[in-house]
């Protein structure tokens, strides 16, 4: 085939420089002869410039020719912008990555669209060439984010003013912000990538490993950005709903999803429930969180129903004493497993919805309106979505699409006598009459579930029985012992080692404090406590001071079993204290002001008064003087009785046992924090009402060895000593609570107020290392300790965060004589209020 | 409403009435036995204690139990304040003269009432003190400042009311006190008996509703630990059942009646809110 003369002319001038680019040319040629010969010339010439620049930059550039020829149906506009990139050197890979987008270019945004898209990339390449690169290499559907043009100006709107103000450049965050776009929009990408540029000024690695989203903080800053109803910040409404409607407690923890992973879910693992950072709203949640919370009450991860569908299903039964996994269940089901998994979601997830239905009225009128509110997701889900509301009118007994047969077999799972296993039965059933089409894809089978519906069983989980009585409708009254107990055995076995392992911790700390002889004393007044230490040495007895104990088991005192030592705290820290006092400034404010406009404000007693509860003899006789005189004096005859303060004392006696050192369960430090603050806050108050009070902590370990920690006594002034005392509070061993009890109460000795009360503030119940695994015993003497403080005329009162005290603080302290917070946040508020509401 | 004795609106009348043979009966729906424990220890001269959360019926039970026994009924309503004077009495001047004014509780011991401590635990405990020679077979008052004692009238009844609330940890009774009386407890009416209760104090609340009220107030009951100071009681379902008889929606009326007045914290509204909607979707 012969060539006209000036193409001719321009390979040969190409073959000068590099004979495969010619050749290659060559190849591509016929495509773009048909645009005319000074087209095909012009087109050479740039191939020409381009190897002269960079052979590999021309290789691209005429590889990717023809596809981009046949996509745009021209040839000068993207040859002359391919030219463009001969202004930079070390330009292929972005020549490379620029020609290989270009005909999806062309496709998603029309002719003037890739030019405008060619021109900001070429922009940038004349800034910084890796981010040009970076810019092209991006797929051009995922760049505009579906918006066409308007998206990638958007996105590019961003970088210039980060460029402007921060010099930052695109390459460093153009992947993370194009997922932060689709999961936030646009509007998110600045705030976001300004805080990535604080970060990378602090350092490199941690900022760009923000960028790629793979760090906490910037995943934090995401999820907080995120918009819909945050069931973590929630928790205590959802576990109060749980609790009203089910009558149980179970935890709710945090998931670890991120916003990659699609639509959120609660998911469960047969003992707790676990809540993503984010869900749509309120009544989603509230449906999810029922629905979840039903599944685990009306026997989803019930053992003797997950042992009959293994059975069925001719599979070997799992251990069930090890976590489960359902997956073999569906396993067999080959290519069809998504398809039979959504289907016996479907018929399982209506089981419980019906069963949650008996506990909570209206339950599934409201998720069947809030199903068809959400909208029918496209298919193939939407059929899955579809045939899970006609499920729900058919429970409801409104018409539906449902064929009889379907009818018949839903029917079944709708008795409260229905386990997971005749979902199942059902599930296998229907499979082979449900038209339901095929589905292949995860991110599609998620938007089959209804608002509220999760797939069952996502992750492996720990059997838990069916509550019995949650079968009979109402669920009031004892239930689900058995779990519990077993439930309970496995936290003991837990803290119990985390216990262990702190033993060792503070017993190698003691050895080290016996040695170095002062320890880590360090800080305000350690050479006044090194004196009391060594004059309590000389004092008593190394063995404290004995007290008895009451064992249930034989019904009796036993003399001088546990033996207190005094001590005080080693560690202090005043600027925690300070923090804290920062942190509850206004808390504080706010205490104070509702203190002072309680604080009686007239002591003395008022004479002369108009009215009042006896009459002032001395005024009483004047004015009868007065009157009989002749005068019309005020009949002021009256005296008042003198306001008296209260004669209160109070002790509050913190638990200081090792699971004080917990973290809290959302994040932002321990529980330790937050029974600093409230012993803070509490002092503060004190000092405010002018009650006498002492504040005192203690641990134990074993019977002859419990502290107890004098950390203000009741004539000691609020000094920044004890502050800073109160700021270094930590934990350490067990929790011997009525030999603590029965001190405290020997400390009022000596005290003259007539009311005396011993608050309390603990995290858990009374145990120690040699209670052998008994806990009645701790419980019955606890609960004497109680009995004997009374009888001398101290209240104990107990403030608990343990949420499970319900269990077991009503033996020991009776009705009305403690109090379960159930958000450990509210901790420091709550202590001063209570003491107040108590001498109320 | 009936009030055991038919009274004028708006017109002073005196402490001490007696309900005439006339007056109609002040509704009352017995949960137990608690009227003839009531009625044998009148007949015995025993003091009686009513213990039972706010707004279980403890008041409306003695308004019944006054007309019962065609006695006058004296209600105190103790506070911190409260002294011994303001039950006994003490002397006024007049003219040139003190005169001596008797208090509720010596009218009560003088004319054969029933004298109806509420919240005993709320008085100062001194005051409480008048009232030991009066709990036991002594049955006498002694009226200190004017030096005499009175022997209390054959009807005199004694009856105290005590809320057994995590507040009186402080001010419990003391045991000497709280010895001398028949205690009577009272918990919220079983779901049956509130229905009635509602429907009987709300002429034309429907069935359904009521049901329906009452099983929102049973799990609103449920909160009680963690939180609550009161839990829904007898008297808020019925506030909000005279609510929606004056026209409110449903979830309007409970939550007038039965969300804002009981907390202010948002979680607890948020689940007070979320076990009405629940009912009455």
């Known amino acids: ?284 949640t509230v449906l999810a969180i029922l629905h979840s919370a039903g599944s685990m009450i009306h026997g989803s991860y019930d053992p003797d129903d997950v042992r009959r569908m293994f059975e069925l299903s001719g599979l070997p039964v799992p251990n069930l004493g090890d976590p489960i996994s359902m997956d073999p269940l569906f396993a067999r089901f080959g290519d069809d497993a998504q398809r039979f998994k959504l289907l016996f ?16 009225p209206n339950h599934l009128k409201r998720m069947l309106r809030a199903g068809e509110a959400l909208g029918v997701p496209p298919d193939p889900a939407g059929s899955y979505y579809r045939y899970a509301l006609d499920s729900l009118r058919l429970a409801l007994g409104q018409p539906n699409e449902l064929s009889a047969e379907e009818q018949a077999l839903l029917a079944s799972v709708l008795s409260p006598q229905a386990g ?38 996502s992750r492996a989980f720990q059997p838990r029985e069916r509550s019995t009585d949650a079968q009979s409708g109402e669920s009031e009254g004892e239930q689900g012992e058995g779990d519990q107990d077993q439930q309970e055995a496995g936290d003991q076995e837990q803290s119990e080692s985390a216990e262990g392992q702190s033993e060792r911790e503070e017993s190698s700390e003691t ?48 003399r001088n079993w546990a033996w207190v030592q005094e001590k005080k705290l080693a560690e202090s820290n005043l600027g925690e204290a300070r923090r804290l006092e920062q942190e509850y400034a206004i808390a504080l404010k706010k205490l104070k002001q509702a203190l002072q406009s309680q604080k009686p404000t007239r002591l003395a007693p008022r004479r002369r008064q108009f009215e009042g509860e006896d009459i002032d003899l001395e005024a009483a006789i004047s004015y009868v003087t007065e009157r009989e005189a002749g005068m019309s004096p005020e009949a002021t005859v009256y005296r008042r009785r003198e306001l008296k303060q209260r004669e209160v004392s109070v002790i509050l006696l913190a638990d200081l046992s090792t699971s004080i050192m917990q973290l809290l369960p959302e994040g932002r430090g321990r529980l330790v924090d937050r029974v600093r603050a409230g012993i803070l806050l509490f002092a503060e108050s004190l000092e405010m009402v002018g009650d006498s009070y002492a504040i005192a902590g203690f641990c134990s370990k074993y019977r002859d060895n419990v502290a107890y920690y004098r950390i203000k006594d009741f004539d000691e002034p609020w000094s920044i000593e004890v502050k800073a005392q109160v700021g270094g509070l930590s934990g350490r061993l067990a929790t011997r609570m009525g030999t603590a009890i029965r001190h405290a109460t020997a400390c009022f000795n000596g005290v003259s107020s007539r009311r005396r009360l011993l608050l309390l503030v603990s995290d ?37 965060v343990d949420t499970l005290a319900n269990e077991y603080l009503p033996q020991i302290f009776g009705r009305g004589h403690y109090l379960v917070l159930d958000h450990i946040n509210s901790l420091p508020r709550r202590l001063p209020e209570i003491y107040l509401k108590l001498r109320r | 409403m009936n009030n055991g004795v038919n009274r004028q609106r708006g017109v002073e009348h005196d402490i001490v009435q007696r309900p005439g043979s006339t007056d109609a009966a002040p509704y009352y729906e017995p949960q137990g036995n608690e009227v003839g424990v009531f009625e044998a220890a009148a007949r015995r001269k025993l003091p009686v204690m009513l213990k039972g959360p706010t707004g279980c019926g403890k008041t409306r039970f003695l308004e019944y139990m006054a007309w019962r026994l065609k006695r006058p009924l004296v209600t105190v309503s103790c506070h911190e304040d409260l002294t011994s004077s303001d039950l006994v009495g003490r002397f006024l001047l007049e003219g040139n003269e003190t005169v001596w004014q008797d208090g509720p509780l010596t009218r009560s011991v003088k004319a054969g009432a029933i004298c109806y401590l509420d919240e005993i635990v709320e008085a100062r405990t001194d005051s409480t003190v008048v009232i030991h020679s009066l709990t036991d077979h002594r049955r006498q008052l002694t009226l200190e400042k004017k030096g005499v004692e009175i022997d209390a009238h054959d009807e005199f009844l004694l009856v105290i009311s005590y809320n057994p609330g995590y507040q009186t940890v402080l001010k419990d009774l003391k045991p000497s006190t709280k010895q001398r009386f028949v205690g009577i407890n009272f918990d919220f009416p079983t779901p049956e008996i509130e229905r009635k209760i509602i429907m009987n104090e709300v002429p034309g609340v429907s069935l359904e509703l009521a049901t329906k009220l009452v099983a929102t107030g049973g799990k609103a009951r449920g909160l009680k630990d963690h939180g609550l100071d009161e839990v829904t009681s007898t008297r808020a379902l019925v506030y909000a059942a005279n609510l929606m008889i004056a026209g409110l929606q449903p979830v309007e009326a409970c939550r007038a009646a039965m969300v804002n007045p009981m907390t202010d914290d948002i979680e607890l509204s948020a689940a007070l809110s979320e076990i009405i909607s629940a009912h009455f979707e």
Request: net charge negative; glycine share 8%; with cysteine.
């Open chain 1, 764 to 800: 858990g119940r009374p145990e120690d290392y040699d209670d052998g695994g008994d806990r009645r015993y701790l419980h019955e003497d606890t609960r004497m300790a109680v009995k004997e403080a009374v009888a001398r005329g101290v209240h104990p009162y107990c403030i608990t």
């Open chain 1, 511 to 558: 050895d080290e404090q016996q040695a170095t002889g002062t320890g880590t004393t360090t800080g305000v007044g350690s050479s006044r406590r090194r004196a009391e230490e060594q004059a309590g040495k000389g004092g008593s007895s190394d063995k404290g001071i004995p007290y008895p104990e009451w064992d249930y088991r034989e019904q009796r005192l036993k």
């Open chain 1, 420 to 457: 997971i296993a005749v979902a199942f039965e059902v599930a296998l059933k229907l499979f082979s009459i449900a038209h339901l089409p095929e589905i292949d894809s995860r991110e599609a089978a998620v938007l089959a579930y209804l608002p509220g519906r999760s797939p069952n069983a």
């Open chain 1, 1 to 284: 085939m012969s060539q006209p003369a000036a193409i001719e002319e321009a390979l040969a001038a190409l073959r000068a420089l590099s004979v495969d680019a010619a050749r290659a040319a060559a190849a591509v040629i016929p495509a773009i002869a048909r645009h005319g010969e000074a087209v095909t010339a012009s087109w050479l010439q740039a191939a020409r410039k381009l190897s002269a620049h960079d052979r590999d930059s021309a290789r691209a550039f005429i590889e990717g020719s023809a596809a981009a020829e046949s996509a745009s149906e021209e040839v000068l506009p993207w040859t002359e912008q391919a030219a463009t990139f001969t202004r930079w050197p070390g330009c292929a890979r972005a020549v490379e990555a620029f020609m290989r987008e270009l005909p999806a270019a062309y496709a998603a945004l029309g002719h003037a669209g890739e030019r405008r898209w060619a021109e900001l990339g070429l922009r940038w390449c004349e800034r910084h060439l890796d981010s040009g690169r970076a810019y092209f290499a991006v797929p051009v559907r995922e760049l505009s984010g579906r918006q066409g043009v308007a998206g990638i100006e958007q996105i590019l709107d961003c970088a210039e003013e980060l460029y402007e103000s921060r010099h930052l450049m695109l390459v460093s965050y153009l992947q993370g912000a194009l997922r932060v776009r689709n999961l936030l929009g646009a509007q998110a990408v600045t705030p976001w990538a300004m805080r990535g540029s604080d970060i990378m000024q602090a350092g490199r690695a941690r900022g760009e490993a923000y960028f790629r989203l793979e760090s906490e903080e910037s995943l934090r800053l995401l999820l907080d950005s995120l918009p819909g109803f945050r069931p973590v910040e929630r928790s205590r409404l959802l576990s109060l709903l749980v609790e009203v409607w089910f009558g149980e407690t179970i935890e709710l923890k945090e998931s670890a999803w991120t916003p990659e992973k699609g639509r959120p879910f609660i998911e469960c693992d047969g003992q707790s429930l676990m809540l993503p950072p984010v869900l749509t709203d309120q009544d989603e």
């Open chain 1, 345 to 360: 979601d479907l018929v399982e997830d209506l089981r419980v919805d019906a069963a949650v239905g008996r506990n909570v």
